[in-house]
Each structure stands twice: as structure tokens, then as C-alpha cells.
């Protein structure tokens, strides 16, 4: 297809962009003075490319100059329309009215000029372009266009310098605008230059093209950042000025091909070119047309659609998240994925302390950071409840601020629960550099309130887990007292054995080499007792420290058996519960935590145990599965689980003792263990005939390393 | 008392009580027989018919149970002090004493010569 018809399709698809874009603005609720500057705006530019299009398209001389002259009445207006724009939304249009007034007049004079030949001489043909007829400038239009440029480039720096200053929704519209413009500037410069014979490469005719994509970050800028009700309408535009831009792609491509290409080797009639074109077009018109509204879909409202995903995952899978510390991580986690965060933070009360300490974060300087319960800035959330905008227009105590930034936040959420300020979610900068808007406020604060309850109920559970534990450590005090009873008796006995003998005179006749080392060798069996009742002591206290972080280190499952059984033996050998060991002397090595582990079987076996009640057999068996895991399996004889208990065997809370025997949590926390250590546990029973749990960890990587080495 | 020294078989896994025990007994003149395990008890009862037994309440192969009951058949006549670790609040206790074994102590003893008493009494019952 020839320059001049790619052209004028160029200019005619941006004009029905620039038409619908004023229309809807026209009719939206905006501060007036923006509102119909802007529309003027487009319109101006919409005359300008009728009157371009016109000019071309027209073969007679007179008609072609008179559209040349149309077309100069919208291009006079442009800059000036534009700059009283900028200023409105900017909010300096009453401070500078002598400027706009100035404006106005040199904007007039010009429309005089246009009428005559000073401004435009005349319209010729250019034979060597084919571009149809194009305007000589004359005089005037030389100064025309200087005005031009220096309008560009002093709305351009009245454009930055307002986005500099603005803050919020505001600063994010300039923002657009301004990188609209800029392509959109350079689209629409050739377009003035051609009356000069100078046609840029490339930029004419796809430069006007430029201009489509001007329209699409203002109507970006309007959508995201106010009238939201449009969107569908900008949609609709964007996606019939895209469908437009296909056919003409189609028809130039078939026509280049058929006409250019092929005609080299065979002649084809233009007809069946263009048949072909309708052919193509038809066939792709359909997925042309969805997959351009699913790209303005996912472009220009994405971060809706985001939104309405962060609230799934919240609902679906934050929120019910019982363990604090993985609540927290993936709040924090999931946030700064879904919104781009540069950096995010959540920080808990510590009741202890008195402090917000954080408990979470991403892409934070400092990570542990804290505050005290008297700070300015809790102090403002505690009596608002409001989110706090770091650039809140007007004042902010400076204590406020520097706390903001020290917690990198450009918006601040209290965590409330019954009045009571139990946390603070920190929202740092967002990497697309716009601002929180309204939008977002609105979204993220019932997710905070939401979060809060999360959190809450996280730590009720924390607190009744270790509840439990201490009940554990009850029931097991009878057992671990006969351990250090036993010890201690001895100790004791050989004393006052000792003391019986030199009292009646056994020791007389002894030298005193033979009394020493009687002596001596009375303190050392003491003090091998005295080890021997400490170590089981420090068992239950191990056992007894709360919840921690896994430490990843090999763990060997039999020798972590060992240490349960010393802890459960004595209580199972009094009721008849014999423990059978089934584990390979090759069996991998796990990585997990010890001390969880231990945790982890103490809870099943000393389970298994109460199943049994009396006279029973459990057996742990230990293999590595197919997929290179290790397998445990706690098996027991005792009486087995209903089948619909099984469901909600791991359910917090859920418990078949009876009353205050059982907190039913023993198993919620085996589970959660089990998943911090990135195993899996299942349960399988049958009334009468026991129970096996199997737990299934991962093997310690360079412990198979070295076995597949042997 | 021209009466034969009382035999007294002390039954315990803990070694270092089992000696203390029986270097006092022997002290105070009774022949003292010791076993470690529950069967060396078994056959020391069935052999030796003591006249007082100091029982563990656990012993790693038989059961406290078993050897109550085998003792009321082979040797009748043996009396039974139980001294054990396990303190439960006096449950157990309570079912030892409920089957007429009148000598029950805890560990750590209060002292050699508590126990002492309690095996005289237990042999003049």
C-alpha cells in the first residue's frame, strides 16, 4: 500500500481515538476547568487529523487547501489547549491566567494568519513523496512553529515540575500523561515537518501510531487513577483502534505480498489480493479481537484483577494459616509479589517487652527493627485506626514521618483487634513509583482487619499448643520422677551406709590409704549418679522449651528414638508396652530438626502408648521410600480409630478423651512440626487392630551423596 | 534369740541400692540374698523359701505381678516389702497394700534404718 494511504489510515484510526477519548471525558463528573480544557484538547487534535487526512485524500487543489487550512485551525489550538490543561490539573491556572490569557491571543492571532497565504502559501504536489497535496509554509508559520516547540517543551516542564510535587493519585495521572507524551510529541512532529519536504524515516507515517499509544496512557492514567466507570467504554475504543490497526496490518501485508513479492514470479489481479485480504481478515478478525481485549484486560487494568487475586489467596490461604510465623512470612510475602512492593513489613506487639517488634519483611534495611508502645506514630494509629499515607497533603508531625521512613513505608495499617493495636502492616514504595491510591486504601484495610484476626487466632493456638505440652510434661512427671528418684536413692543409701560403718567402727582398723579410698570411691559413684539424674532432667526441659525455628541439621532416626524411649520407657514397661525397632543399619540420615523430631515421635509413640493402654506392641519401622524420602512408621496394637475420626484426626482442638484428659492439640502439633521440617504425615487404622501413622521426611542430601558413593 | 538369722532376698535392677542394702542387713545379722533380675528372684524364691522379700516394683523381665502371684504358690510363707521409685500419688500403692503386702517405701528411702524397721515388722507379722 502506497505512503500516502498508510498515512491517512494512521491519521484517521488516532482520530477516532482522540474523538472517543473527549466524548467520554466530556461526560465524566471532573473538576470542570480540567475536564473541558482536555476535551478541547482533543478535539484540536482530532480536527488536525481530519483535516491532515482530508488534505491528502483530496485530489482537487482548492478543496485540498481548503482542508489544509481546516486542519491548521485544530493545529494553532493544540499547544495552547494543552498548556491551559496542564496548568488546571496542576492547580496553577488562576495564578498564571496572564499567561493563558497571553496565550489565547497569540493562539488568535495565528487563526487570523490562517486564513491568509502568510501563513500557509499554498498547497503543491510532491511528486517524489506521492503524499498528495502538501502545504508550503510561509512566513508565519515558520514563527508558528517555533512557538510550537517552545509550548511543547515549557508544558512538558510544567508537567514535571507539578509531578514533582504532586503526591498520590495526582502524581500518578502526571505521571502517565507524561510518558504519554513524550512518544506522542515525537509521533506528531514529522506531521509539522513535511510542509519542509523533510520526511522522517520510519516516524511517517507509523510515528502518528505514536499517538494511539498517547491516548492509551491517558486513558490509562484516567482509569487507574480516577473514573473508573469508563473503563469499559476506554476498553472498547482501545481494542476497536487495535482491531483497525489489524486490518490495515493484513491488507498491507497481503497487498505487499501479493503485489511486491510475488509479482516477480507470478501475476496476481489485484481482485484476488484483496479476496485473500477479506479471507485472513475473517478468519482472524475473531482471535484478533480476543486477544486484544484480553492484553488491555491484563495491561490497563491488571492491577485490579491483582487485587481481586490478593484477596483470593488471602481468603483461600493466609488467613487459615494456624502457625504465626508462616501466617506472617506469607502475608508479608504474598503482598510484596501482588503489589510490587519494594519493601514490606509486619511488625507484632510484644506484650513482654512493650514493644512493635517486626516479624516479618521483605526488601527491608533493617530487619529488627522495633518500636516502643508510646511512639508518635502508634500513638496516631491507635487513635485513628486509619491507614497512615506517608504523603499525606498537609501536615504530619515530623516524628510521624521519620518513623515512616525508617520503616521504608509509604503507607501504614494498624493490625486492631478489640480496640487493642496488636501489630502494624508496613507497605514500602511500590516499583511501578506510583502512589497508594484510594483504590488500594480500600482494598488493603479489610485485609488488615481480616490479618488481624489471622493473627489473632494464630496465637491463641501458639498459646494452647504450649498449653498442651505442659499438660505432656504432667502425665509424664511420674515417669521422669522415677528416673532421678533412683538415682538419688542411691546416692543416699551409700552414704548413710557409709556413715553407719564409721560410726560402728567398721573403718577402725583401716589404714588410712584404705579409708581414703573407700572415700573416694563413695564420691565418684555419687557423682556419676548425680549425671545420670541430670540427664534426664534436662531432656524434659528441652522438651519443654517452646516452638522454634527448625534448625536444618542430619538427624538419625534411630538414635532420636532412643532418646524418646528413655524418656517414655519406664511408663510402658509398667503397663507391658514393648517398643520394636524395625530400621536398617543403612538407613539415610534425615534432615530435619532433632529436637522436632524427637517432638514428633515422643507425641506419636506416647500416643500409640494410650491406645494400647495395656500389654501391647509398638513398632517403628524405618525405610527410604522410591522417591528418596524416609519413611517412618508408627504402628500400634491398641483399639483404632473410627473411621470418621480419621478426617479430623489433625484438626486443632479435636480430641476422643475424655474431659481434661486431653486439650487436643497433640496432634495438630505433631503435624505442624512435621510440616516445618518439610515432611508429611498420614494416619491409617482398623478398629481392633491399630494404628499406623507414617511420616515421610526428606534425606539428608550429602548422607546419600556418600552412600551412593560407597 | 537362738533363732536362725531371718533370710531376706533383696530384688533390684539397681546395683548400687541391692549392695547398700545388704552390707546394713548383713550388718544387723540377716543372711541376705540378692537377685538383679525378675527370674533370678524366681528361682532364688522357689530355692531358698526367704523369710522377707525387698521387691523392685519394676524389673526388667518379669513383671511385679507375676512374681506376687508365683510367690503366694512356691514360697507362702515369705513376707514382701516393696520399695520403688514410682510415684504416682499412691494408686499403686494403694492396690499392693489392698492384696495384704503391709511394707511399701518410696525412693529415695528417708533412711536405711526406716527400712530396717520395716523389714522387722514385716517379719513379726
Known amino acids: 500500500m502506497s505512503l500516502l494511504w498508510q498515512t491517512i489510515i494512521a491519521l484517521a484510526v488516532i482520530d477516532v481515538c482522540f474523538l472517543a477519548l473527549g466524548t467520554f471525558v466530556a461526560f465524566q463528573k471532573i473538576q470542570p476547568d480540567i475536564k473541558w480544557t482536555f476535551v478541547l484538547y482533543t478535539l484540536s487534535l482530532s480536527i488536525w487529523t481530519t483535516g491532515q487526512a482530508a488534505a491528502m485524500y483530496l485530489p482537487d487543489h482548492d478543496l485540498s487547501l481548503l482542508a489544509v487550512r481546516f486542519c491548521h485551525i485544530g493545529v494553532v489550538m493544540i499547544p495552547i489547549f494543552l498548556v491551559h490543561f496542564l496548568f488546571c490539573l496542576s492547580g496553577v491556572a488562576k495564578e498564571k491566567h496572564r499567561l493563558i490569557r497571553n496565550f489565547y491571543v497569540v493562539g488568535v492571532f495565528f487563526e487570523i494568519a490562517n486564513t491568509t497565504p502568510l501563513y500557509i502559501r499554498d498547497v503543491t504536489l510532491r511528486p517524489h513523496w506521492n503524499l498528495g497535496y502538501i502545504f508550503e509554509p510561509a512566513v508565519l508559520y515558520h514563527v508558528f512553529l517555533l512557538f510550537w516547540f517552545y509550548t511543547a517543551i515549557y508544558g512538558f516542564v510544567i508537567m514535571f515540575k507539578a509531578y514533582k510535587r504532586a503526591v498520590g493519585q495526582r502524581r500518578n495521572q502526571l505521571q502517565y500523561l507524561l510518558w504519554g507524551m513524550l512518544p506522542g510529541y515525537l509521533g506528531g512532529i514529522p506531521n509539522y515537518l513535511f510542509g519542509y519536504d523533510i520526511v522522517i524515516p520510519v516516524l511517517m507515517p507509523y510515528g502518528t501510531y505514536l499517538f494511539a499509544f498517547y491516548v492509551a496512557m491517558t486513558a490509562y492514567a484516567i482509569v487507574r487513577h480516577g473514573f473508573l466507570d469508563i473503563e469499559v467504554i476506554i476498553k472498547r475504543t482501545l481494542v476497536f483502534a487495535g482491531l483497525v490497526g489489524s486490518v490495515v496490518a493484513v491488507v498491507s501485508l497481503v497487498a505487499f505480498v501479493s503485489q511486491d513479492v510475488l509479482a516477480r514470479f507470478i501475476q496476481i489481479p489485484k481482485w484476488l489480493s484483496n479476496v485473500l485480504a477479506a479471507v485472513i481478515i475473517a478468519g482472524l478478525y475473531g482471535p484478533i479481537r480476543n486477544w486484544l481485549t484480553n492484553v488491555t484486560d491484563r495491561y490497563l487494568f491488571q492491577k485490579r484483577y491483582d487485587y481481586k487475586e490478593l484477596l483470593k489467596t488471602f481468603t483461600d490461604e493466609v488467613v487459615t494459616v494456624l502457625d504465626l510465623r508462616r501466617l506472617v512470612e506469607m502475608t508479608v510475602e504474598r503482598l ?101 491510591t484510594k483504590d488500594d486504601l480500600d482494598i488493603l484495610m479489610p485485609l488488615a482487619k481480616t490479618e488481624a484476626i ?257 | 534369740m537362738n533363732q536362725p538369722s531371718p533370710k531376706v532376698l533383696i530384688a533390684d535392677d539397681e546395683v548400687k541400692f541391692v549392695e547398700a542394702v545388704a552390707e546394713y542387713l548383713k550388718f544387723d545379722g540377716y543372711t541376705v540374698l540378692v537377685a538383679f533380675t525378675g527370674s533370678q528372684a524366681l528361682e532364688l524364691l522357689l530355692r531358698e523359701q526367704p523369710d522377707l522379700l525387698i521387691l523392685d516394683l519394676k524389673l526388667p523381665d518379669v513383671p511385679t505381678e507375676e512374681i506376687l502371684d508365683r510367690l503366694r504358690t512356691t514360697s507362702p510363707k515369705t513376707h514382701v516389702v516393696i520399695v520403688t521409685a514410682y510415684h504416682d500419688g499412691g494408686v499403686k500403692e494403694g492396690l499392693i497394700r489392698a492384696s495384704g503386702i503391709a511394707g511399701y517405701l518410696y525412693k529415695p528411702l528417708t533412711s536405711l534404718e526406716v527400712l530396717g524397721e520395716a523389714v522387722q515388722s514385716a517379719l513379726r507379722a
Open chain 1, 336 to 436: 510484596a509479589s501482588t503489589i510490587k512492593l519494594e519493601a514490606c513489613a509486619l511488625l507484632l506487639l510484644n506484650r513482654e517487652r512493650r514493644r512493635y517488634e517486626i516479624a516479618a519483611s521483605r526488601g527491608m534495611k533493617e530487619v529488627t527493627l522495633s518500636i516502643n508502645e508510646d511512639d508518635a506514630l502508634i500513638a496516631l494509629l491507635r487513635r485513628t485506626q486509619d491507614p497512615v499515607l506517608r504523603d499525606t497533603p498537609g501536615k504530619m508531625p515530623d516524628r510521624v514521618e521519620g518513623r515512616l521512613d525508617q520503616l521504608q513505608a509509604k503507607v501504614c495499617f494498624p493490625l486492631v483487634l478489640h480496640d487493642e493495636l496488636i501489630g502494624l502492616l508496613c507497605l514500602g514504595k511500590k516499583k511501578s513509583d506510583e502512589e497508594f
Open chain 1, 454 to 710: 489471622a493473627i489473632s487466632n494464630a496465637q491463641l493456638v501458639a498459646e494452647a499448643a504450649q498449653k498442651e505440652k505442659l499438660a505432656v510434661i504432667g502425665t509424664l512427671a511420674a515417669a521422669i520422677n522415677h528416673e532421678v528418684c533412683n538415682p538419688l536413692n542411691n546416692v543416699k543409701v551409700q552414704a548413710e551406709g557409709f556413715l553407719i560403718k564409721l560410726k560402728k567402727g567398721v573403718f577402725d582398723h583401716f589404714s588410712k590409704e584404705e579409708l581414703t579410698q573407700k572415700f573416694t570411691e563413695l564420691l565418684h559413684s555419687s557423682m556419676a549418679e548425680v549425671d545420670r539424674s541430670a540427664a534426664i532432667t534436662t531432656r524434659l526441659s528441652n522438651f519443654a522449651k517452646p516452638a522454634r525455628e527448625p534448625i536444618s541439621e542430619a538427624v538419625n532416626i534411630e538414635q532420636a528414638l532412643n532418646e524418646v524411649k528413655a524418656l517414655l520407657g519406664h511408663d510402658f514397661e509398667l503397663n507391658m508396652i514393648r517398643i520394636q525397632q524395625e530400621i536398617p543399619k543403612d538407613l539415610p540420615l534425615i534432615r530435619a530438626d532433632r529436637k522436632q523430631i524427637q517432638e514428633i515421635l515422643f507425641n506419636l509413640i506416647r500416643n500409640a502408648g494410650q491406645a494400647i493402654e495395656r500389654n501391647g506392641t509398638i513398632t517403628v519401622r524405618a525405610r527410604q521410600s522410591l522417591n528418596g524420602r524416609v519413611q517412618i512408621e508408627i504402628q500400634d496394637t491398641g483399639s483404632g480409630i473410627p473411621e470418621e475420626h480419621l478426617g479430623k484426626l489433625f484438626t486443632p482442638f479435636f480430641t476422643t478423651k475424655g474431659d481434661g484428659q486431653g486439650t487436643g492439640l497433640g496432634l495438630f502439633v505433631v503435624k505442624r512440626l512435621v510440616e516445618r521440617n518439610d515432611g508429611t504425615i498420614a494416619a491409617n487404622s482398623a478398629r481392633g487392630v491399630g494404628t499406623t501413622f507414617t511420616l515421610e521426611f526428606p534425606a539428608d542430601e550429602s548422607a546419600l551423596a556418600q552412600s551412593a558413593h560407597r
